[in-house]
C-alpha cells in the first residue's frame, strides 16, 4: 500500500515482504519496529504491548493446542486453527523463517488483531482503502458492559489526515474512556473473544447456536478442564452461550 497519502505506524512498508496482505504486514511491522529498541519512535508504545506469556494468560489466539482441543467445536477454536494455518503458510511460502521465528510473527499477528483499528483511507490515486492500523494512546481504551455507556466515538479524518478520538457526552474529570469495539463491524462475542480475550455480558449481537450432541460433549467437560486457565474458562462460558437453544446447558 505504498501509495497511501499519509504516515502513521501501519502497514505500508516493511523490509521482509512488501505484500498486499495488509494484516500480516503489520504483525511484521511491530516486530521490526521492536528490533529497533529504544531507537524506534514507537518504543514507548512498543513497551506497554503485552507479551507472549501474558497473551497466554487470557487470549485464546495464544493458547495450546492442548487447551483448545476440548473445544475444537467452538466457532471461536476453529476461526483460530484456520487463522494460524494460513498465517504459517503465507510465512512459509515468503520464506521469513530465515529472519524471524514463526513465534515472533504469532506474537505480532495476535498484537495486531488485539490492539489495532481497520479504517479506509483515501489513496494518492483517489480510491478508498481498508487497512489496519495501530494508534498509541487510543489503543488504551477499554469497552464498556453496553452502549449507553461508551463516551467516545472514534474515527479517520481524511481532510485533517488524522485519527480523531472525540467524546460524544459530558465526561468528568477523572471519569474513564470508554470506546466501542463494533464501530467498523459488530461483534458477537465469539468474534471478541477471538480478537480481544473477552466477552461482554448482554451482548445484542448473538452467537451462533450449536447443536445438542455438540453441546454435550462440551459442556459436560470435567471440571479440571473448565477450570485449567482464564482461557478455559472463557471457553466455557462461551460453549455455553453458544449452547443455550439446545438446552444442554440447563442439564450441565
Known amino acids: 500500500s505504498d501509495d497511501v497519502a499519509w504516515p502513521s505506524y501501519q502497514s505500508q512498508s516493511t523490509s521482509l515482504f512488501p505484500s498486499p496482505r495488509s494484516d500480516y504486514l503489520l504483525a511484521i511491522r511491530i516486530w521490526e519496529?521492536?528490533?529497533?529498541?529504544?531507537?524506534?519512535?514507537?518504543?514507548?508504545?512498543?513497551k506497554e504491548l503485552p507479551g507472549a506469556e501474558e497473551f497466554a494468560t487470557f487470549h485464546p489466539m495464544m493458547a495450546s493446542d492442548a487447551l483448545l482441543r476440548p473445544f475444537e467445536a467452538l466457532p471461536i477454536v476453529k476461526m483460530i486453527n484456520l487463522?494460524?494455518?494460513?498465517?504459517h503458510k503465507w510465512f512459509q511460502v515468503n520464506s521469513l523463517g530465515n529472519r524471524l521465528r514463526w513465534e515472533d510473527f504469532w506474537l505480532g499477528y495476535v498484537r495486531y488483531i488485539?490492539?489495532?483499528?481497520?479504517?479506509t483511507v483515501k489513496t494518492k490515486t483517489g480510491k478508498?482503502?481498508?487497512?489496519?492500523?495501530?494508534?498509541p494512546v487510543a489503543d488504551?481504551?477499554?469497552?464498556?458492559?453496553?452502549?449507553?455507556?461508551?463516551?467516545?466515538?472514534?474515527?479517520?479524518?481524511?481532510?485533517?489526515?488524522?485519527?480523531?478520538?472525540?467524546?460524544?457526552?459530558?465526561?468528568?474529570?477523572?471519569?474513564?474512556?470508554?470506546?466501542s469495539y463494533q464501530i467498523s463491524s459488530l461483534k458477537d462475542n465469539s468474534k471478541l473473544a477471538y480478537m480481544f480475550g473477552f466477552t461482554l455480558p448482554g451482548n445484542p449481537t448473538h452467537v451462533e447456536q450449536l447443536s445438542?450432541?455438540?453441546?454435550?460433549?462440551?459442556?459436560?467437560?470435567?471440571?479440571?478442564?473448565?477450570g485449567r486457565?482464564?482461557?478455559?474458562?472463557?471457553l466455557y462460558s462461551l460453549a455455553q452461550e453458544h449452547c443455550v437453544a439446545s438446552g444442554e446447558t440447563e442439564k450441565a
Do not use: H
Open 114 to 119: 488485539s490492539r489495532s483499528y481497520g479504517i
Open 83 to 87: 487463522r494460524k494455518k494460513k498465517a
Open 140 to 179: 488504551l481504551g477499554n469497552t464498556a458492559a453496553t452502549q449507553d455507556q461508551v463516551n467516545t466515538r472514534w474515527a479517520y479524518d481524511d481532510e485533517r489526515e488524522e485519527f480523531v478520538v472525540t467524546v460524544t457526552m459530558p465526561v468528568a474529570e477523572g471519569q474513564e474512556l470508554f470506546e
Open 229 to 234: 486457565s482464564r482461557v478455559s474458562s472463557l
Open 33 to 46: 519496529e521492536e528490533q529497533k529498541g529504544e531507537e524506534s519512535r514507537w518504543a514507548t508504545f512498543l
Open 212 to 226: 445438542s450432541e455438540v453441546c454435550r460433549s462440551m459442556l459436560q467437560l470435567p471440571e479440571e478442564v473448565m
Open 128 to 135: 478508498r482503502k481498508w487497512m489496519p492500523v495501530a494508534v
